[in-house]
């Protein structure tokens, strides 16, 4: 059903609107400048399929498996990604508006020069992904793991990471872009001793 109505709308050339789709498996699929709009996929799986460019508009995804998928460029607005896997996902240059994610993880993805805004993000892994030159605006972090993460040039100021594992994280060599976000205590300590600031207990 997810295959025929995607054919159908890129052969028409049209939006795939208003639609359910569940437990079904898409795999090597360019879905390209295709978008989809109040549809939700359950227990969905994407493999090795291209949504280049794809918009998603008021959509929702729980427990889907996009995997290695790539979405650069792609656009979400006011959608909702819960408890669904993107590991290696690439996500280049796409953008996030009023949308929210919750359980989700995205280990070794790459969010690199994605822009962000006015989203809710909680209990998700970032582990080892790319956030290179990101821009982050009016988003909240809840219990967001960012272990070893890479934020190269993505400037986080105005950010609450205090309630996020920051652990080992890729700065520049200056550290800036942690200016004037808000850690805890112990992320301070970390922070100081990623700064080569010496601290006595």
Sequence with gaps: MLEEAAREALTEDYSVSGMEFS??????????????????????KFINCDFTKANFLDCSFKECDFSNCVFTDSYFKKSVLKECKGSGA?????VFKESSFAGCLFPYANFSESAWQNCDIKETSFKDS???EVSFKKTDFYKVDFTRADFFKTMLKGLDLSGCTIAGITLSDGKRELL?????????A???RLLGVIIKY
């Design 23 to 44: 437990d079904e498996t898409l795999q090597n699929f360019v879905l390209a400048r295709l978008e989809f709009v109040k549809t939700t996929f359950t227990g969905c």
């Design 90 to 94: 690439n996500f280049i240059k796409s």
């Design 130 to 132: 790319f956030l290179n």
């Design 180 to 188: 004037g976000c808000k850690v805890n205590v112990f992320q301070a």
């Design 190 to 192: 970390e922070i100081a």
